[in-house]
């Protein structure tokens, strides 16, 4: 699932076109990412403005993280947070960073699990459990496509 993902998003031309401008800040970890940025404050919500989030490889290099022309200096994180766990519908293991900056904002990433991300040091991820809400609306939308696959099979 993640190759394919990756695949769609252009993932390793990204990192490959980083790594030629930037040879002195390579690429680390790359994947595809749904990315939002918000008020410091604001909770990870599952929601329709995820319909309209950013789409774009996430880079994560020796000093930036970088999401389509978003290009965020390491040292501008002030802490990065991880929620790892499965969607509506559960075909690969996906994450959630809420990346918390300097300047108030907060990034909300989301993507294909990505072990190499959560273990970086530079970004010290500190993992959360899935919040009460989320998992709440993930089995909610999961109920509704089981029950709507069954009344097609039984209308048949």
């Known amino acids: 699932m993640r190759g394919l993902v ?9 990192a490959a076109r980083w ?5 002195l ?5 790359a ?3 749904k990315a939002r940025r918000l008020p410091a404050a ?5 929601g329709i403005a995820w319909l309209f ?3 774009a490889p996430l880079l994560v290099t020796e000093h930036h993280l970088v999401c389509g022309d978003w290009v965020i200096a390491l040292d501008d994180v002030l802490a990065t947070k991880a929620t790892v766990g499965y969607g509506v519908l559960p075909l690969a293991k996906g994450m959630m960073l809420r990346v918390s900056l300097r300047s108030g904002e907060q990034l909300q990433l989301g993507g294909v699990f990505e072990p190499k991300l959560l273990d970086d040091p530079r970004l ?3 993992r959360e459990p899935m919040s009460r809400s989320v998992v709440v609306a993930i089995w909610t939308a999961r109920a509704l496509i089981l029950a709507l696959l069954i009344r097609d099979l039984l209308e048949g």
């Open 6 to 14: 990756d695949a769609l998003y252009g993932v390793s031309r990204a």
């Open 53 to 55: 989030a950013r789409r």
């Open 31 to 33: 994947l595809a990412c």
């Open 42 to 46: 604001a909770p990870v919500r599952p």
């Open 25 to 29: 800040d390579k690429v680390r970890v």
């Open 124 to 126: 010290a991820v500190e």
């Open 19 to 23: 790594d030629q401008d930037h040879p």
